[in-house]
């Protein structure tokens, strides 16, 4: 059979700030031209900002080349070039140098924040220098050109800051929210510049911008974003900080109403507008501020949030000390069931010192010998006569069970108890082999019951890290989609949406029957709700409750290929499979059984299937592997295990962990190398108490693995290795390759001796 997975999903809408970081396309470019020309306009700090400059040293080269040449245009057509020959000369010395720095520091990655903004202020300090030699070098021209270069180097900072931000997936948290508040201001001056008649595009943003945060996240942010937009706008035109109050009162103003809808928002901002003007005594430009808010209000009521909403920052609140105390229960309890094992491990070895060993000869002795009135010219001694005489009869017990009065050693024969010692050994013997089985039976129930004990608390500490993982939440979105479900059919539902702490958003919903409506339409209708894109939801059904799990577009997405062969039987002993858990990570499982054929399978499929739904529901893999550990000891008084090689990859940050029990070794290809993966545990059903080999690895763009059971011999590594370093290989391809290398041996006959499977695991990043 052959399996091939890919993921495929459409692209996901993006804002300008992220098509400009992204790889050079002619929409990045365009914009990247744009952004070239509106700062080249910038007033801030003087006629011809130098943020032109600082975006020269943030952008890749190409992109930098085209803001150049956007600045360029912008001062050809104002006819500054003369006046801002400092920037002429610093844009093409930053782009040239920025490459070369790229080079030799970054290699294939960026250059750190704080890098780019010390080489972009020095680079513009030594270019003013310069400049300066065709005007009269004074003092005042010295400080200024000082200024500009920690303007240009501050700005250049802060926007690396923004866009690594970006790029690598993050959300605003509390690291980026310093930079993303200055990129904000800054594009809000760049946009200043623009003027329509009485109408001002920079202070229409800020406008706009206040209305969609009094919306989404109430007064106090509203506020703040309208009084960030007003400083902005006041640093670039100053004449435009008259109107900041009104703009300030008005977005905190229409953020009490955000909960009545979006047009109860929009015509709140603008009531409010106006009368703050006419209380105002309407400022002097109080009738452009009205147009802005206007255009500004009429534009967010009308335009859909996916339009501007990546430009938003993610602000999460904290989860509540309920879900804490939550956490901690679950936490104390895991604590409680592990002293109580500890407890249990100790007293079972008290008990297990403390127990006599099986000592037939003495006992035998004690109970004939010392009745008898001849005991003292038996043999030397007790000591002797125990060893001499009594010993042989212990070792023929062993072979034969029981023992006569003819097969006692010959220094017995005068020995008047013969049948008394014969009797005593066989029953003494037979009572400690039942004490034996029923000792070796207690062990075995402890062992499973410290195993048992060890699940628990494993299960208990996984759960209670959730609060970590996810430590923000959003109850009324929570709300929100729980009355959404309840309308769509669900009975019972209970939803929990939460952030990661990268902000990433999550949604865990649990409910009982069916849903009127499809999944992909059902995750079309929680992404309008939350206001991101959320995928489609992976859905467990256990009994009569079903649990849905929702999350963003994943930075990854994995293709998966598979092939496997027979051995010597019809049917195979390795089962395999992939699944994914909802929470953006994606999971291989390979099980071998014991031998190959019917029963082999059987032991394969029951560990993967109840792997599955463990993980699947939630409990972590840990747990998953101790419980079937104890179900196939428990399965079967016959001899029953299988292997358990585990690869769980996480498709929002490339993290992966591999488990293994008894499996063969596991191929990574990361930074163009091969390494092996061994594990050292034995495989489950086996010893009651299993040790679980982990190892953890990082994957990114274009890496993969390979997972291979015992049936690829030794002599196909070589080949396995050359696959996965050979380009334009699918993942499909290379797991075929395998299986066609392993089938044949050195002089190319066919050599089944055992089942063969692979799966090969490549990521890749999406956009």
């Not at 009135?373 to 006569?385: L, T, Y």
């Not at 849905?548 to 092939?563: M, S």
Request: net charge neutral; aromatic share 8%.
């Amino acid at each position: 059979m052959k399996l091939k997975e890919k993921v495929v999903k459409e692209p996901p809408k993006v804002s300008a700030a992220e098509k400009i970081t992204r790889p050079n396309s002619a929409a990045g470019l365009f914009l990247s031209a744009m952004l070239g020309f509106l700062a080249a306009g910038t007033n801030i700090g003087g006629s011809g900002s130098p943020l032109a400059a600082a975006a020269a040293a943030v952008l890749s080269p190409a992109k930098a080349a085209a803001a150049f040449a956007g600045a360029m245009g912008h001062f050809l057509i104002s006819g500054g070039v003369g006046k801002n020959l400092t920037e002429v000369i610093a844009m093409p010395a930053i782009i040239l140098s920025g490459t070369f720095l790229r080079k030799f520091f970054g290699g294939e990655k960026s250059l750190s924040p704080a890098f780019s903004g010390i080489h972009a202020g020095l680079a513009y300090m030594i270019c003013g220098v310069i400049a300066a030699v065709a005007y009269k070098f004074t003092g005042g021209l010295f400080l200024a050109i000082i200024f500009r270069s920690a303007l240009c180097g501050g700005a250049a900072f802060f926007a690396a800051s923004f866009f690594n931000a970006r790029e690598k997936g993050l959300s605003l948290t509390d690291e980026v929210k310093i930079s993303a508040a200055v990129v904000y201001a800054l594009a809000i001056c760049m946009l200043c510049g623009i003027s329509l008649g009485t109408f001002n595009a920079g202070r229409m943003a800020g406008a706009f911008f206040a209305a969609a945060a009094a919306y989404r996240f109430g007064s106090g942010a509203a506020g703040v974003a309208a009084a960030v937009s007003s400083l902005a706008a006041g640093a670039a035109a100053p004449s435009l900080l008259t109107s900041s109050p009104v703009l300030i009162c008005s977005a905190a103003g229409a953020g009490m109403f955000r909960k009545r809808g979006r047009l109860a928002v929009s015509v709140s901002f603008m009531a409010m507008g106006l009368g703050g003007a006419l209380i105002l005594g309407m400022p002097k430009d109080g009738t452009k501020l009205m147009g802005d808010m206007i255009f500004a209000a009429a534009a967010f009521c009308l335009l859909p949030d996916n339009v501007y909403r990546k430009s938003l920052p993610k602000t999460p609140v904290s989860a509540s000390e309920t879900t804490r105390c939550t956490g901690r229960r679950m936490k104390f309890a895991a604590a409680a069931v592990s002293e109580v094992r500890e407890s249990f491990d100790k007293a079972a070895k008290v008990l297990d010192r403390s127990e006599r060993e099986n000592d037939i000869s003495s006992e035998v002795c004690g109970k004939v010998c010392t009745q008898c009135r001849s005991v003292a010219f038996c043999g030397e001694n007790p000591g002797h006569r125990t060893k001499t005489y009594f010993r042989p009869a212990e070792d023929f017990l062993e072979k034969k069970g029981y023992i006569t009065e003819k097969e006692l050693h010959k220094g017995l024969e005068c020995c008047p108890h013969k049948n008394l010692l014969a009797e005593a050994f066989t029953d003494i013997y037979r009572k400690k082999q039942i004490e034996k089985r029923l000792t070796e039976a207690a062990l075995s129930m402890r062992e499973i019951t410290s195993e048992q004990l060890l699940g628990t608390e494993k299960l208990l500490d996984f759960l209670s890290r959730a609060p970590e993982i996810y430590p923000s939440c959003d109850e009324e979105l929570s709300c929100h989609i729980r009355e959404f479900l309840a309308e769509a059919g669900a009975e019972k539902p209970a939803v929990s949406v939460f952030f990661d702490s990268g902000g990433r958003i999550f949604a865990e919903c649990f409910y009982e029957g069916l849903l009127n409506i499809g999944m992909e339409e059902l995750a079309e209708k929680i992404s309008e709700a939350a206001d991101r894109d959320m995928d489609v939801p992976e859905a467990v059904t256990m009994g009569e409750v079903t649990r849905l799990c929702f999350h963003e577009p994943t930075v990854f997405e994995a293709e998966i290929g598979q092939a496997r062969v027979n051995g010597r039987e019809d049917a195979s002993g390795d089962f395999g499979t992939v699944f994914r858990d909802g929470f953006g990570s994606v999971s291989v499982l390979i099980s071998d059984g014991m031998g190959s054929g019917a029963r082999a399978a059987v032991e394969s499929c029951m560990t993967v299937s109840l792997m599955t739904k463990i993980m699947r529901a939630g409990l972590g893999s840990e747990y998953a592997v101790r419980l079937i550990n104890l179900l196939l000891l428990t399965k079967s008084s016959d001899e029953c295990f299988s292997t358990v090689d585990l690869l769980t990859v996480n498709l929002f940050t490339g993290k992966s962990e591999i488990v293994k029990l008894g499996a063969a070794q596991t191929f990574l290809k990361t930074n163009g190398t091969v390494k092996n993966v061994e594990g050292w545990s034995t495989p489950v059903g086996i010893v009651g108490s299993v040790e679980i080999s982990r190892r953890f690895a990082q994957l990114g763009d274009g890496d993969e693995a390979v997972m291979i059971t015992d049936g690829i011999c030794e002599e196909v590594f070589p080949r396995v290795r050359e696959l996965m370093l050979s380009v334009g290989v699918t993942a499909q391809d290379c797991a075929e390759r395998i299986i066609a290398a392993a089938e044949k041996d050195k002089d190319g006959d066919l050599c089944r001796q055992d089942d063969k499977t692979v799966y090969v695991v490549k990521i890749h990043k999406i956009g």
